[in-house]
């Protein structure tokens, strides 16, 4: 590369950081930063770099006289700059720095400067060489992707990627903490819509984007603070599906599909772990400015194989959204689902719920879906559970109805969605609880009283002419209660009949089997007999 383009700023080189690098090691003894040779720009910086490792090499102490005798002993024609340039380099050096460790960590920052300017003009080098292998078109296009990998230069990276700041930097820095939707959704930072199957979250994340992009109110209930463009790619949904979805969201909100400039949507999903596409993104982002990037499904677009589990592999992917966010101030939502094992499906879902490792410590917000009783095709309607948080310190839990409707019988599909207290789902939660609970009850008592009517009407037959209430309960075990409660039962239905003043029971009133009933011969297996017994009707057919 040409000296002259580097002075002039064409080409990315720091020569002030070689002439520090080099005077630090002539000066000081104890300096033991080094470098690659080819990473300095000068030829003369280079060739008297090289002199130096010489010396090192040979085991002898680095001193500008050392030096001077190797550039006297230096063939003719040999860039080294001459005893002027090793002069004006050791003055430079000497008005720096009073001590060994100054000259240390002045010696560090240099090379990192020098490092970094070769790393540039490495990356123009290979720019170049693949765009003279894109123009050859005989080039194969391995060797035009080939030309561009950058990984090499991406390794050993030193070390002022992990910038330092103290407290007092961190006091004085004014942060803005922004909401797109309050208490749901924060600016410009990661996280998921998460839930079990078919809890409508792609539908949900599809309400929540026309409502960032039309200012409208999110589910009708939450109203949005910072409008502004937005995308979805998704990688499930047909275009016929996801067209009907917005309307019908739109037909809630009086909106025409039409007139919705700002909603992008792609039905291809990005790669993740593809540099390229990850590189696509941020220009997606940049170029319309998005306020929201929605990915759903997180698990097409994340190509793990069976190390989903696995919370190291998981924090690559995911580490990328994240810087994807802080540098942009978009924020980006993986649409991913939870795990199916609850033990108490019907419970407000938690971040312990999310499938696979990694979602829940990457989630910087999240609005977690799951449902409060099993879906009834018969009403179309859906009773959710709506939890929403975030490290912004927003948190919140809702009772979510979305009623859809059905497509059955012409009728049109609908998006009608209704947001309450949670209260208002565990009043309703109890209410239903408890009228399970009674029809279980009922059930129960209904199989009882079923199997005491076939006992009973097998003891009855053995006393063709009746016997008394006290004498059942005896050789049944009943309590009275429950003899009284099966008697009346049968004598409902016709099956038993009671016989006044019982002979040698002191006038006690007696039970027996009517003459209908009396007949073993209507009397077939068990099983017949009590469902027979369950009926008001006799065998016969007649009460």
Not at 190 to 197: D, E, M, N, Q, R
Not at 358 to 383: H, K, M, T, V, Y
Request: glycine share 8%.
């Amino acid at each position: 590369m040409d000296l002259s383009a580097a002075v002039s700023g064409v080409i990315p080189c720091d020569l002030d950081a070689e002439r520090g690098l080099l005077g630090w090691l002539l000066v000081d003894p104890q300096c033991s930063v080094t470098l690659p040779v080819e990473q300095f720009f000068d030829p003369r910086h280079r060739e008297l770099y090289s002199l130096i490792l010489a010396i090192q090499a040979e085991g002898r102490t680095v001193t500008p006289d050392a030096v001077a005798l190797q550039i006297a002993r230096a063939p003719l024609g040999r860039p080294v700059g001459g005893l002027e340039q090793l002069q004006r380099i050791v003055d430079g050096a000497l008005q720096r720095s009073p001590d060994s460790a100054t000259a240390t960590a002045t010696a560090a920052e240099c090379a990192q400067r020098i490092n970094e300017a070769w790393r540039r003009r490495q990356v123009i080098h290979k720019m170049a060489c693949g765009m003279a292998r894109a123009i050859d078109t005989t080039a194969p296009w391995e060797e035009v992707v080939g030309a561009l990998d950058l990984s090499e230069l991406t390794s050993g990276l030193p070390q002022r990627r992990f910038p330092l700041r103290t407290l007092c930097e961190l006091d004085e820095t004014a942060f803005e903490q922004r909401y797109l939707i309050p208490g749901v959704l924060a600016a410009g930072q990661a996280g998921g819509i998460y839930g079990p199957f078919k809890t409508l979250k792609t539908s949900c994340t599809a309400d929540l984007l026309i409502s960032i992009a039309t200012g409208t109110e999110f589910l009708g209930h939450f109203p949005v603070a910072e409008s502004g463009p937005v995308m979805l790619l998704s990688g499930e949904m047909s275009l016929a599906a996801l067209q009907s979805l917005v309307r019908r969201i739109c037909t809630a909100r009086g909106l025409a599909p039409n007139s919705i400039q700002n909603f992008h949507f792609s039905t291809e999903l990005p790669k993740l772990g593809d540099p390229a596409d990850l590189v696509q993104l941020r220009s997606l982002i940049t170029t319309h400015g998005l306020k929201v990037l929605a990915i759903d499904p997180a698990y097409l677009a994340i190509d793990l194989e069976e190390h989903g589990w696995n919370v190291f592999d998981m924090g690559t992917y995911l580490r990328q959204i994240s810087r994807l966010c802080e540098s942009t101030g978009c924020a980006v939502l993986l649409v991913h689902h939870c795990r199916r094992d609850t033990a108490d499906c019907f419970r407000p879902a938690t971040l312990s719920d999310i499938a696979w490792s990694g979602f829940a410590e990457f989630s910087a917000q999240w609005i977690l879906l799951s449902r409060r009783c099993l879906f009834d095709p018969q009403s179309g309607e859906n009773e959710l559970w709506l939890s929403c948080g975030g490290r912004a310190g927003h948190a919140s839990v809702w009772a979510l109805n979305v009623d859809e409707g059905k497509a059955d019988g012409g009728c049109e599909r609908q998006w009608y969605a209704t947001v309450n207290p949670p209260e208002f789902a565990r009043a309703r939660a109890d209410e239903r609880q408890q009228l399970v609970l009674d029809e279980r009850r009922e059930r129960r008592m209904a199989a009882l009283l079923l199997r005491d009517r076939g006992r009973m009407l097998n003891l009855l037959r053995e006393f063709p002419q009746g016997e008394t209430a006290n004498v059942l309960r005896d050789l049944l075990g009943f309590s009275g209660s429950r003899v009284s409660r099966v008697l009346t039962s049968l004598i409902e239905s016709g099956v038993v009949e009671k016989v006044r003043g019982m002979e040698g029971r002191r006038g006690a009133p007696g039970f027996r089997v009517t003459r209908a009933w009396a007949d073993p011969s209507n009397w077939a297996t068990g099983a017949v007999e009590l469902e027979n017994l369950s009926s008001p009707d006799g065998p016969d057919g007649n009460p």
